[in-house]
């Protein structure tokens, strides 16, 4: 299935021709909201192929100190080609709001990481506590013998 670039007016493909003139295609993963309003696209959905191409971000945005081209962390596209009547628009931010179903979803997702970390806690406590119970309990014995 191929993938085409997801900005207005980008005709942008991923193919062996565009990969030999250094252009690469990224995939938002957890920036999808922020992607979505720089688009500027009215009614635009992404799905999880949905990618935009290297032309749309600055060179800062990229870190090339590996192999692999990669996007630094919270790198926003910033350079379409828009028509003059989305010009003058400013590139709308996301808001960190509570109710948004992403936000609450990354809100859960690090709560469930504490509670991991919380019940190995827990866990290596009892075990610690019942150790000493036990141990107490045999010294208690040897003592009255």
């Not at 190995?120 to 010294?139: D, E, G, M, V």
């Amino acid at each position: 299935m191929p993938d085409f670039c997801a900005a207005y007016g980008c005709s942008n493909e991923r193919t062996k021709k565009t990969k030999d003139q250094g252009v690469t295609f990224h995939n938002e993963g957890k920036r999808r909201q922020a992607w979505t309003l720089a688009l500027r696209r009215k009614g635009f959905v992404a799905k999880p192929r949905t990618v935009l191409c290297s032309s749309h971000f600055r060179p800062e945005d990229f870190d090339r100190t590996g192999q692999t081209v990669r996007l630094r962390e919270g790198a926003i596209p910033s350079i379409f080609n828009f028509p003059k009547s989305k010009r003058n628009h400013e590139v709308p931010t996301p808001s960190p709001s509570h109710s948004s179903p992403v936000s609450v979803f990354f809100f859960f997702q690090n709560c469930w990481k504490w509670m991991k970390v919380m019940l190995i806690f827990l866990f290596y406590s009892l075990l610690i506590n019942l150790f000493f119970f036990f141990w107490s309990r045999r010294q208690k014995q040897n003592l009255s013998t």
